[in-house]
């Protein structure tokens, strides 16, 4: 596979499995980075959670592991341990999403690893950092969501505790190692020192969660609870209008004053004339203009508040994402022909104006690249993979 983007010429040994790591190294790969993903021979569990074409090439395997080179080793045999060693020996990256001490029991903790390479940058993704007394529990997303406040917020909103309907916390814990790797790669770049990188999800969803929510509980002493009013405020969902959903966010004194003129609704006060004023009173505003949205129609309601320049859009399911114009007219999907089959992938959504990216190709079948891989290493058969 041919590579351009930012990142190429990297060579990533990507030790993960299910969403959050497999996400931070897709992204590398997008960006031309040559990702080595190594599984265990029956494979990262992930193949197996949803449609796919095959078995063993679900939707969510097969979009999270695009453009990567795939082989499968037995880290527990002495082939196994050989050949890791000859791609460590090669690799930028070094990243894995196993618990500390079942890492360390494969003789693959930093420690050993940059003894074989001490330029190496090695990441590691866990579910919780290490230097806590959550550190060897197991972890998934929902119960990081639990752990980091997010059912908690809903309920403030909704009145029911829920999960959000997204894995946000494996694509936020995802996202946080990408740009922690890239940064270690650009120390390197400019020191020529590796180090260690530790990515905790928990940790990575309680400083997101905290952007906003830590509110008045940040100043000593505090000023006020840890929660931000306008996102829980009950009123604050999609408006119903004649005919369906609208969103809108009539936010800024600009939007408000212009709203008002252009609306005239009957309860416009000077109470509600300033942001100020308004954030006072947002569960109100959210009331108020939810009676004022069920007045006219969706398109009604979007012709006006786009030519106020007031932020608004219809919902859309993901289904619709697919045939959306603006992704469209922007060349967002990409189309990639594979052995199982012409699949057509959400594509990367930043530009380069000198190094973009693109989709590198489609995800490997279970050890589709074992031989190619040990061959580059010097290693002479396929059967070193153990």
């Known amino acids: 596979m041919s590579r351009s983007g930012p990142l190429a010429g990297v060579r990533v040994v990507d030790l993960t499995a299910m969403v959050m790591g497999p996400y931070c190294t897709q992204i590398m790969a997008d960006m031309g980075a040559d990702v080595i993903k190594i599984e265990p021979p029956q494979g990262d569990d992930t193949r197996y959670v949803s ?65 074989v390479n001490p330029t190496i940058v090695y990441t590691n993704c866990y579910g919780y950092g290490r230097r806590g007394p959550n550190r060897d529990l197991p972890a998934y997303d929902d119960t990081i969501q639990a752990a980091c406040g997010l059912p908690s917020v809903q309920q403030q909103l909704t009145g029911e505790a829920d999960y959000v309907g997204t894995i946000l916390a494996d694509k936020v814990a995802g996202l946080t190692a990408l740009y922690a790797t890239t940064m270690a790669l650009f120390h390197r770049e400019r020191t ?25 509980a940040i100043f000593e002493p505090p000023l006020g609870p840890a929660v931000y009013p306008r996102a829980v405020a009950p009123n604050r969902r999609p408006y119903r209008t004649k005919d369906g959903y609208l969103a809108a966010l009539v936010y800024n004194d600009r939007h408000w004053a212009a709203f008002i003129d252009a609306v005239r609704p009957a309860w416009a006060s000077d109470v509600y004339a300033t942001l100020e004023g308004r954030a006072r009173h947002i569960d109100t505003v959210y009331g108020l203009l939810a009676e004022t949205f069920a007045e006219r129609t969706t398109n009604e309601w979007l012709d006006l508040l786009r030519e106020l320049q007031i932020p608004a ?42 190094t973009p990216g693109r989709v590198g190709g489609p995800a490997p079948e279970l050890g589709a690249h074992t031989e190619e891989v040990l061959e580059e290493l010097g290693l002479s058969s396929a059967e070193q993979a153990g």
């Open 51 to 115: 449609t796919g074409p095959v078995p063993g090439m679900s939707g969510v395997f097969v979009n999270v592991n695009r453009g990567k080179r795939g082989i499968t080793l037995d880290l527990k045999s002495e082939a196994g341990q050989t050949a890791m060693r000859a791609l460590i020996e090669r690799a930028d990256v070094f990243i894995h999403s196993m618990r500390a001490k079942a890492i360390a029991r494969l003789g693959l903790s930093y420690a050993d690893v940059a003894a």
């Open 192 to 216: 020529g020192e590796g180090q260690e990188v530790e990515v905790g999800m928990f940790e990575a969803m309680a400083s997101f969660m905290l952007v906003e929510h830590i509110n008045g």
């Open 313 to 354: 859009s219809a919902l859309s399911s993901p289904a619709e994402l697919l045939h959306d114009p603006q992704l469209e007219a922007v060349g967002f999907f990409e189309t990639v022909d594979s052995a199982y089959g012409t699949v057509r992938f959400p594509g990367v959504p930043t530009w380069f104006s000198r």
